[in-house]
């Protein structure tokens, strides 16, 4: 079976400090839909990575006392580290002062069609914190609203994209959901925001502004290419779009019913709804089919700030609490679409309902009544009695939509369906009395697999531990293919199982 291309990726965060808990959230949302979709069956290319051209990272690094690259190179280890912190698949993580990276930024801005681009003097306020150009009427009080800081007057010689020219274009790609916007709302926010009218961006600086620092515009060596520009590239440039064009082909260009998808915050949502499609339709490229964007994290109900001193780092969180804590509170109790805060209270709380007393004590609770009443041995094969055929079409339906916590809703479901089939029955006292509960006895074991096999995109560590134990290989579970796997008696009469160490330990505190 030929498998279908799937692209997928994280936005590559500025690297000048360390990570904080929003970027995690995009990672752990990235990687739930990139492993669904492996699940699925689909050829999976989950691609992240750092922006080190920023002068953001400049700044820093000066800051820091450091050379700009020793500095970036060391920022960007702690992003890259999220692959085993917390579990983040990713197949690929580019960083933008590599070659391929500077190459494939320079072959696409050979590419643009020349009625689009031009050199042109220009005066402009331009937030250093944002990357960007703001119209006087865009600040409050005279300052950028996100940074509260006043913007620098630029006054040089730039090279400018025309995006008016794909005003028209733009509009009708979001409107029909040729590129579709996720969710709805972001949708409508950006078709009013082209209906405003689209203004021509600058798409490079001047070297001495760029400290040097960045991707050279081809054939003009006094200009550097806007860090926006060069950074969107990204995504194509690490599928070798500067050399053989092998990946670019297979996971970007594809064939039919592509499948694109981008995922961001929304505060970079104009970059990729709006200058990456012109950018692309100028070089004529294919563009993202999917654009899905998060909203911020807030730390008990305030934004997060370095002056407030709450940013808290995932890798603290991790420690504390392990992995697979942290990735299900943030699919499933953070809004994937608006703000979503993080306290500590409610984490706490989260953990211990759903993680210890709900899928732990479940796992531990039915692997020990084989042990007991079944020797260990899975029984014969009997009905399904918890209606998991609806389970799995309000959880695939979730995840379609990028509805993460709808997903985990609908396996805490199967989760409290078989809590309260085992209060109900009370196998125990029937086994007591001599009663036959095997039919029971494979309705729980079974009911379990499918808890397992619901958990491998959001918690693929326990959904793992919990496989072990029902006697599957790390093999097989790497193998698995949704369709075949959510069918009700796939368990097979006769496997041993083994109940292991309890799966998540009660807090202390
Ligand atoms: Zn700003």
Redesign the pocket.
């Known amino acids: 079976m030929n498998k279908k291309p799937y692209f997928i990726s994280t936005s590559i965060p500025y690297v000048n400090a360390q990570p904080h808990v929003g970027h995690s959230l995009e990672y752990i949302e990235t990687d739930a839909v990139a492993r669904y979709k492996r699940l699925l069956g689909s050829d999976v290319f989950f691609l992240s990575g750092a922006d080190e051209n920023s002068l953001k990272n400049v700044q820093a690094a000066e800051k820091a006392g450091k050379d700009v690259q020793t500095f970036v190179d060391e920022h960007s280890r702690y992003f890259s580290a999220f692959k085993d912190s917390l579990n983040i698949s990713f197949d690929d993580f580019i960083k933008t002062t590599e070659k391929r990276h500077k190459d494939g930024a320079q072959k696409l801005w050979g590419k643009f069609d020349k009625k689009d681009i031009e050199k042109k003097a220009y005066k402009g306020l331009y ?4 990357e ?1 150009f ?1 119209k006087e009427e865009e600040l409050i009080d005279g300052k ?4 509260k ?1 006043e ?1 620098e007057v630029i006054e040089e010689e730039n090279w400018f994209f025309k995006l008016s020219n794909y005003q028209k274009q733009l509009k009708e790609l979001v409107e029909k959901d040729i590129i579709k916007i996720t969710p709805e709302f972001r949708k409508n926010e950006w078709l009013a925001f082209i209906d405003r009218g689209l203004e021509d961006f600058s798409i490079s600086r001047s070297k001495e502004r760029a400290h040097g620092w960045g991707v050279e515009v081809p054939e003009d060596d006094e200009q550097i290419m806007y860090v926006w520009v060069d950074a969107l590239s990204n995504y194509t440039n690490a599928l070798d779009f500067s050399g053989d064009e092998t990946l670019y082909k297979k996971y970007w260009v594809q064939g039919e019913e592509r499948e694109v998808v981008h995922v961001i915050g929304k505060g970079i949502a104009k970059f990729h709804v709006l200058y990456w499609p012109a950018m692309l339709l100028s070089a004529g490229m294919p563009l993202p089919t999917e654009i899905f964007v998060h909203g911020y994290m807030t730390i008990e109900g305030e934004k997060m700030s370095k002056s407030l001193g709450n940013v808290i780092n995932p890798a603290e969180l991790v420690e504390t609490y392990g992995k697979d804590a942290v990735r299900y509170y943030f699919l499933g109790a953070v809004s994937s679409t608006k703000d979503g805060d993080f306290s500590k209270d409610r984490f706490e709380e989260f953990y211990t309902a759903h993680l210890v007393n709900g899928i732990g004590n479940l796992t531990s609770r039915v692997l020990t009544m084989l042990e007991k009443y079944s020797e260990g041995v899975v029984p014969t094969i009997s009905a399904d009695c918890f209606h998991t055929d609806k389970i799995y079409a309000s959880y695939i339906h979730a995840f379609e939509n990028y509805a993460f916590e709808g997903a985990i809703k609908s396996i805490n479901e199967l989760v409290r369906a078989i809590d309260t089939k085992i209060s109900e029955e009370r196998p125990w006292e029937k086994a007591k009395n001599g009663e036959d509960i095997s039919e029971l006895l494979y309705q729980l074991v079974e009911g379990l697999r499918h808890i397992a096999l619901l958990l491998i995109p959001v918690i693929p560590d326990t959904a793992q531990k919990i496989f072990a134990q029902l006697g599957y290989s790390e093999e097989e579970i790497k193998s698995f293919l949704f369709d075949k796997e959510k069918e009700w008696g796939v368990l097979e009469q006769g496997t041993d199982v083994k109940r292991d160490n309890i799966l998540f330990a009660r807090l202390t505190s």
């Open positions: 937030c250093v914190g944002c960007a703001f950028c609203p996100d940074h800081k913007p």
